[in-house]
């Protein structure tokens, strides 16, 4: 099971960097939770395809390198270098035109052959300062 499971999620983010939406829609389920979004982003497929709208429309050339992968039962943990050009506005960051790597690591949950769950840790004060953005800390100095 883990490694049929490790072989969805590698064509999972193959299919991504592909650009073939189909497929990755037909591998989320209809009641697919992404405990990684906003809390008033819409949870299953609907909140997943308005959540890529809105990175494609702040990001472009997004390819997803998978650097490990494991699984256990029905868990996959990856971690991946994310990497794309900031095109447009994004989390309030007018667009810059860099081209940035961030590293993440997703924990991922299948049911049936399809994405269930997912929980995401992503490098983002490392993303906010490629991007040239400056990070207030508690102390009230700036990175």
């Known amino acids: 099971m883990s490694e049929h499971n490790k072989a969805l999620i590698r064509r999972f983010y193959e299919a991504w960097n592909e650009q073939n939406m189909e497929e990755v829609v037909s591998m989320i389920a209809p009641n697919f939770i992404d405990h990684a979004m906003p809390p008033e982003m819409a949870y299953g497929r609907e909140g997943f395809l308005k959540a890529r709208a809105l ?20 868990y996959v943990i990856t971690h991946v270098i994310i990497h794309a050009t900031h095109v447009g506005t994004f989390q309030s960051i007018p667009p810059t035109g860099k081209r940035f790597a961030m590293e993440a690591i997703s924990i991922l ?4 052959d399809q994405l269930v769950e997912h ?10 300062k490629q991007l040239g953005a400056k990070i207030i800390l508690e102390n009230g100095t700036a990175t």
């Open 55 to 74: 990175g494609k429309r702040a990001l472009a050339d997004v390819h997803i390198q998978l650097e490990h992968v494991f699984a256990e039962n029905d």
């Open 119 to 128: 929980w995401e840790c992503s490098d983002f004060p490392g993303l906010l």
């Open 109 to 112: 949950r299948l049911e049936n």
